[in-house]
């Protein structure tokens, strides 16, 4: 069975900086892209970033760029979101999502985790 | 960027009928479209690809359509398990991207 668990938000402050991971069982995790979404309170779902299998390759969206670094430890099956800078607007559910192999659509998501940026 | 844009926003519907959720692109997305389910607390559940294809499992109930701009979602019969938020998904410029910003289908 696919799985894949967030973990690390949490309350930061403005200007600060949060590592999310995201821990992936259940399929060959070096065999497939994989992206960040993020879902504001009462919002609808953004594209955060995205890296490629074997992490050779990453994106993100300009909302973020320059600020978020993606990364993926294929030894550890464990995707990561490194957030700095962090603003108000920041504030979201981040989820891991797993891209279809062979195709661009996302497959399995995660249930999320929280980031809350507040003084 | 390519805006996706989902009507109504909330549905009101009760067991048993045939709701249709709307999904429009400001430009052209071919049939590079999903469709997702999300109940509360849960991970969204991906339920339709290439616009009109079932992912595995889902059940015969939901179908998908359209292409270019206009997509929908239908669903034939609603089961009480359906009540969820259902949103779409354009993946024509991977990794950009956009969802629209998802239809409540809530018991009337």
């Known amino acids: 069975e696919v799985q894949l668990v967030e973990s690390g938000g949490g309350l930061v402050q403005p200007g600060g900086s949060l590592r999310l991971s995201c821990a992936a069982s259940?399929?060959?995790?070096?065999?497939?892209?994989m992206h960040w979404v993020r879902q504001a309170p009462g919002k609808g779902l953004e594209y955060v970033s995205a890296?490629?299998?074997?992490?050779?390759?990453?994106y993100y969206a300009n909302s973020v760029k320059g600020r978020f670094t993606i990364s993926r430890d294929n030894s550890k099956n464990t995707l990561y979101l490194q957030m700095g800078s962090l603003r108000a607007e920041d504030m979201a559910v981040y989820y891991c999502?797993?891209?279809?192999?062979?195709?661009?659509?996302?497959?399995?998501w995660g249930q999320g985790t929280l980031v809350t940026v507040s003084s | 960027e390519i805006v996706m844009t989902q009507s109504p926003a909330t549905l009101s519907v009760s067991p048993g009928e045939r709701p249709t959720l709307s999904c429009r692109a400001s430009?052209?997305?071919?049939?590079?479209l999903a469709w997702y389910q999300q109940k509360p607390g849960q991970a969204p559940r991906l339920l339709i690809y290439?616009?009109?294809t079932r992912a595995t499992g889902i059940p015969a109930r939901f179908s998908g359509s359209g292409s270019g701009t206009e997509f929908t979602l239908t669903i034939s019969s609603l089961q009480s398990e359906d009540f969820a938020v259902y949103f779409c998904?354009?993946?024509?410029?991977?990794?950009?991207?956009?969802f629209g910003q998802g239809t409540k289908l809530e018991i009337k």
């Open positions: 999502a797993r891209k279809s192999s062979g195709t661009y659509w996302v497959d399995y």
């Open positions: 259940g399929f060959p995790f070096s065999s497939y892209a």
């Open positions: 890296i490629s299998s074997n992490g050779g390759s990453t």
């Open positions: 430009q052209s997305v071919s049939s590079n």
């Open positions: 290439g616009a009109s």
């Open positions: 998904q354009q993946y024509n410029n991977w990794p950009l991207y956009t």
